[in-house]
T-cell receptor, first 111, second 113 residues
Framework: DGGITQSPKYLFRKEGQNVTLSCEQNLNHDAMYWYRQDPGQGLRLIYY???????QKGDIAEGYSVSREKKESFPLTVTSAQKNPTAFYLC??????????FGPGTRLTVL | AQSVTQLDSHVSVSEGTPVLLRCNYS??????LFWYVQHPNKGLQLLLK??????LVKGINGFEAEFKKSETSFHLTKPSAHMSDAAEYFCVVLTSGTYKYIFGTGTRLKVLA
């Protein structure tokens, strides 16, 4: 089945620790995205990538980093520089100017 | 600059009555418009999309939306609400030639028995 997967579903981070969220798609989409969702709010764009080995900052990139070494994969690292990382993280992919398809999300909690 | 405004943060309807979720957009160029639904702790699921073909767009689960350029609106409707429709709904605009999707702040739909 074609789709987009995220792992883990739940993640706990200690203060000062970096963590990496996984996002994989087998839809053959060129573009991939990372969003952050806080309770009662819409989605805010962290990073996006239009093509392998290239990515751009979104609206709230500070404290996050990404890589795009393969078309299928777009991992997000939440660094210790992100002061308030507790949130629901959503990954998406799309064809150019097409509909976005979303993964099931990762809930990150800082202990 | 493009933007999306969802006019109601919360909407409550009784089961079996019509649903109306309102969305206004601002875009300099011909936009693509989408509606997504999100159930608690889940990802977003596409309900429907408008891409400059027919102005009345039919989606999944009985939802439809009408693109009105003169009113810059893209309201989502359903003739008869079901309990399973209770969720959060997002209106999204994509300006032609870009990769940046702009999300509204969401409307939480509550369906009363």
């Amino acid at each position: 089945d074609g789709g987009i997967t995220q792992s883990p579903k739940y993640l706990f981070r200690k203060e000062g620790q970096n963590v990496t969220l996984s996002c994989e798609q087998n839809l053959n989409h060129d573009a991939m995205y990372w969003y952050r969702q806080d309770p009662g709010q819409g989605l805010r764009l962290i990073y996006y990538s239009q093509i392998v080995n290239d990515f751009q900052k979104g609206d709230i990139a500070e404290g996050y980093s990404v890589s795009r070494e393969k078309k299928e994969s777009f991992p997000l690292t939440v660094t210790s520089a992100q002061k308030n990382p507790t949130a629901f993280y959503l990954c998406a992919s799309s064809k150019r100017e097409g509909s976005q398809f979303f993964g099931p999300g990762t809930r990150l909690t800082v202990l | 600059a493009q933007s999306v405004t969802q006019l109601d943060s919360h909407v409550s309807v009784s089961e079996g009555t019509p649903v109306l979720l309102r969305c206004n957009y601002s875009s300099s160029y011909s936009p693509s418009l989408f509606w997504y639904v999100q159930h608690p702790n889940k990802g977003l699921q596409l309900l429907l999309k408008y891409t400059s073909a027919a102005t009345l767009v039919k989606g999944i689960n009985g939802f439809e939306a009408e693109f009105k350029k003169s009113e810059t609106s893209f309201h989502l409707t359903k003739p008869s609400a079901h309990m399973s429709d209770a969720a959060e709904y997002f209106c999204v605009v994509l300006t032609s030639g870009t990769y940046k999707y702009i999300f509204g702040t969401g409307t939480r739909l509550k369906v009363l028995a």
